[in-house]
C-alpha cells in the first residue's frame, strides 16, 4: 500500500469549515487507494496566542512549560480532523506527537527529530485504518517531556513522516499556490515557480521565507522526499503547486530565484571591546548557550587594542541576548564600554544557484538598493546567496527593488 503525506497549515484548518474541506481533499486520496498520513498544524492564529500566553507570564520563561503550552493548539485539530474523517466514514484516528512517538532531542522549543518507529501506525493501517491524523510541531525527549519543533515545525513533522514511512509524496496544502519568486504579500509581481531546487528552497526559508520550515526542507533534501506545496483552497489538479526538486530535475536555472526577508531582526553593538585572541569565543558562546541564534557578525578594525563587535539576531531574542552578555561581563570574562540595539532592522537577501556561476549579481544588487536610496548596514555572502541588513521602514520597497532588478516577474 502506497502512503502519501498530507500536510495542512494553520489557515487550512482555521475553522470547522475548513477542516471539512480539507478532509474532503484527504477522502479523494483514500478513494485513490492511499494510506494517508494527516500532518495538522494549530488552528491559524492559535500558536501566536499561546506564544503570547507564556510570554505574559514569564519572560524568561522555562522552554519546557513553553512547549508544554505551545503544543496544545495542534491536539485540537488532530482531533478535529479524526472527527471529521469519521463522519465522512472514513476510519481514522488521531496521534498527539509522543503517542508515535516521534522522538526529538532535548532542545525545547527547536527540538529536532531523532526518530520515528513506524511500528504503531503501521500496525492500525494493517487493521483497516485508513487515516493516521498527526499533530504536527510536537514530540517527546529522553526525559519523556513533550517538546516543540520551533516556529513552523509542522513542515518539518509532515517531511519527517514521509521518509520514516518511505511515502510517495509529501503535499504541503498552504494558504499560497506554491513556492514564489518573493512573498505574494508584498509584491503583486511575484510569480509562482513550477519547480525550485532544494538548495534554494532551503536558502529562501532560512533567510525568511516562512512558506516552509527550514528544516524540512533539509529533511526532503536528505532522504529525497518528494515535497510539493500547493493550495488548499484551490481547485486541485496533479500539476498544481510547485514542485521542490534536485537542482538536475530542471532544466534551466535563473540567476536569482527568489527574494526573502526577515522582518524582525535586531542589530546589536558591543562597544569597544578588548580585542584579544578569544574575544569572539567569549561573546559568542554565551550567546549561543543562552538560546540566542547569531546570524550576521562584524568586527570593525580596532584601534588601541579595543574594537567595536556587531551581530544580528531576532529581534525577540535582544533581551535574551543583552542578559547573556551582562552576566559574562559580570563574570569578568569581557569587557565593554556600551551595548547599543538597533531593533528596526530588517534582512533581505537574493538567492539562486545560478549565482555559483555569473558575476556581478552583488552590484546590481546593491545598485538598485542605491537607487531607491536604501542604506546598507551589514553585508554577508555565500555561494548563493547575498544578504543585507537594512532599515525596516524600507525592508518592502527594497523587497520590490530587487524583485525588478532581476526581473523575476519573469520566472516561470
Ligand atoms: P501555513 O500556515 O500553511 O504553514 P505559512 O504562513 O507558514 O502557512 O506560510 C505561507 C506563507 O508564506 C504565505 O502566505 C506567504 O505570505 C509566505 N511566503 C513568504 N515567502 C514566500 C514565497 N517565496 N512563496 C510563497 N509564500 C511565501
Ligand atoms: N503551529 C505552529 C506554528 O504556528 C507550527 C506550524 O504551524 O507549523 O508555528
Ligand atoms: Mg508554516
Not at 208 to 213: C, H, I
Not at 254 to 269: C, H, Q
Request: charged share 25%.
Amino acid at each position: 500500500m502506497s502512503v502519501l503525506v498530507m500536510k495542512f497549515g494553520g489557515t487550512s484548518v482555521g475553522t470547522t469549515d475548513r477542516i471539512k474541506r480539507a478532509a474532503k481533499r484527504v477522502g479523494r486520496e483514500v478513494a485513490n487507494g492511499h494510506d494517508v498520513i494527516v500532518i495538522v498544524s494549530a488552528m491559524s492564529g492559535k500558536t501566536n496566542e499561546l506564544v503570547g500566553w507564556v510570554d505574559e507570564t514569564s519572560p524568561l520563561y522555562d522552554a519546557r512549560e513553553y512547549d508544554a503550552v505551545v503544543s496544545s493548539g495542534e491536539n485540537v485539530t488532530a482531533g478535529l480532523m479524526a472527527l471529521t474523517l469519521q463522519e465522512m466514514d472514513i476510519p481514522a484516528r488521531s496521534w498527539q506527537g509522543w503517542q508515535v512517538p516521534l522522538k526529538t532531542n532535548g532542545a525545547h522549543g527547536a527540538a529536532r527529530i531523532e526518530s520515528i518507529p513506524t511500528a504503531n501506525l503501521d500496525a492500525r493501517f494493517a487493521d483497516g485504518m485508513k487515516v493516521a491524523v498527526v499533530a504536527g510541531f510536537q514530540g517527546i525527549s529522553p526525559e519523556g517531556r513533550i517538546t516543540t519543533l520551533g516556529r513552523g515545525g509542522s513542515d518539518t513533522t509532515a517531511v519527517a513522516f514521509a521518509a520514516a514511512f518511505g511515502a510517495m509524496r509529501c503535499d504541503i496544502y498552504t494558504d499560497v499556490d506554491g513556492v514564489y519568486t518573493t512573498d505574494p504579500r508584498i509584491t503583486s509581481k511575484a510569480r509562482k515557480l513550477d519547480r525550485i531546487a532544494f538548495e534554494e528552497m532551503l536558502e529562501l526559508a532560512s533567510l525568511g521565507a516562512k512558506v516552509l520550515q527550514t528544516r524540512s526542507v533539509e529533511l526532503a533534501m536528505r532522504y529525497k522526499v518528494k515535497l510539493r506545496v500547493l493550495s488548499s483552497f484551490d481547485e486541485y489538479d496533479e500539476t498544481a503547486g510547485t514542485l521542490v526538486c534536485g537542482e538536475d530535475e530542471i532544466m534551466e536555472n535563473n540567476v536569482v530565484a527568489g527574494v526573502a526577508y526577515s522582518r524582525d531582526e535586531a542589530k546589536m553593538t558591543l562597544i569597544s571591546v578588548a580585542d584579544r585572541p578569544g574575544i569572539a569565543a567569549a561573546i559568542f558562546g554565551p550567546l549561543a548557550e543562552a538560546g540566542v541564534n547569531v546570524d550576521m557578525i562584524v568586527q570593525n578594525i580596532s584601534e588601541e587594542g579595543r574594537t567595536d563587535m556587531t551581530f544580528s539576531c531576532p529581534v525577540d531574542q535582544v533581551k535574551r541576548a543583552a542578559k547573556a552578555m551582562e552576566d559574562a561581563k559580570q563574570r569578568g570574562e569581557i569587557n565593554y564600554h556600551d551595548l547599543v540595539a538597533d531593533t528596526e532592522v530588517s534582512k533581505v537577501s537574493v538567492v539562486g544557484i545560478g549565482m555559483r556561476s555569473h558575476a556581478g549579481v552583488a552590484a546590481r544588487m546593491f545598485k538598485a538598493l542605491r537607487d531607491e536610496n536604501v542604506n546598507i548596514k551589514v553585508i554577508t555572502t555565500s555561494e548563493i546567496k547575498i544578504s543585507v541588513l537594512i532599515d525596516r521602514k524600507y525592508m518592502e520597497l527594497a523587497v520590490q527593488a530587487l524583485h525588478d532588478a532581476f526581473e523575476l516577474e519573469k520566472a516561470r
